[in-house]
């Protein structure tokens, strides 16, 4: 139990283009979901939580235009980035959080590797 | 400001054999310490969870312990295996205050197990 999936797993895209990431949660329903980016060699930092049915919460210095997050459902919340840049290139993570749990456990996905020409 | 810090950086060691791996913090308020496994290129997966009542968990060839008073854990291998090779990430969680439930991520130690 307890997975999570994204979709894509990478993605390359021209410049200037926007791509969209899925975050599922196929075997509970996560209220909240929480969307995290990667450098290489570098922890996950945490750039917005995702509520299902209210707008995200973005942290500092995080673009909330640039990076669109939705979380239409219990079990699905989308990360866009709009007009990419090369610097957007990174290895982005959702994690959901199963609240029936006690330890409010968060489980991650497999992270989505997108490069940005 | 909560910090979690991890030590090695990075290990290198031979098939077989243990390590552990160091994990301090001074996330407050405690609510519990989780050790995470990552695959290069794929996401976290869960290996423990602790509370602070909790001084060591097993999972399988991992343990993990905990020290509440010293702020302190460890992640034990045993007969290292090369599929753990892989960078391990503490990751501390405060009652209230931040992002992610509090969470407080450590930079991880890249393991690297040699035949």
């Known amino acids: 139990g307890a997975v999570v999936s994204q979709h894509p797993s990478w993605v390359i895209c021209k410049s200037g283009t926007s791509v969209k990431i899925e975050c599922r949660s196929l075997?509970?329903?996560?209220?909240?979901m929480f969307w995290y980016r990667q450098f290489p060699k570098q922890s996950l930092m945490l750039m917005a939580t995702s509520n299902e049915g209210s707008k995200a919460t973005y942290e500092q210095g995080v673009e909330k235009d640039k990076f669109l997050i939705n979380h239409a459902s219990l079990t699905l919340s989308t990360l866009t980035v709009t007009s990419a840049h090369p610097e957007d290139s990174s290895f982005y993570i959702c994690?959901?959080?199963?609240?029936?749990?006690?330890?409010?456990?968060?489980?991650f996905g497999p992270g989505t590797r997108l490069t940005v020409l | 400001k909560n910090q979690v810090e991890q030590s090695p950086q990075s290990l290198i060691i031979l098939e077989g054999k243990n390590c552990t791996l160091q994990?301090?913090?001074?996330?407050?308020?405690?609510?519990?310490l989780r050790w995470y496994k990552q695959d290069t290129g794929r996401g976290p997966v869960s290996l423990t969870i602790?509370?602070?009542?909790?001084n060591t968990k097993s999972n399988g060839r991992y343990t993990a312990t905990l020290d509440a008073d010293t702020k302190q854990s460890s992640l034990h291998i045993t007969a290292s295996q090369l599929s753990d090779s892989a960078s391990y990430i503490c990751v501390v969680s405060a009652y209230s205050g931040g992002g992610a439930d509090g969470l407080t991520f450590g930079k991880g130690t890249h393991l690297i197990i040699q035949p």
């Open positions: 602790m509370t602070f009542s909790e």
């Open positions: 994990c301090n913090y001074t996330v407050s308020p405690f609510s519990n």
């Open positions: 994690s959901a959080r199963d609240g029936s749990l006690a330890a409010n456990e968060q489980f």
């Open positions: 075997d509970f329903q996560a209220t909240t």
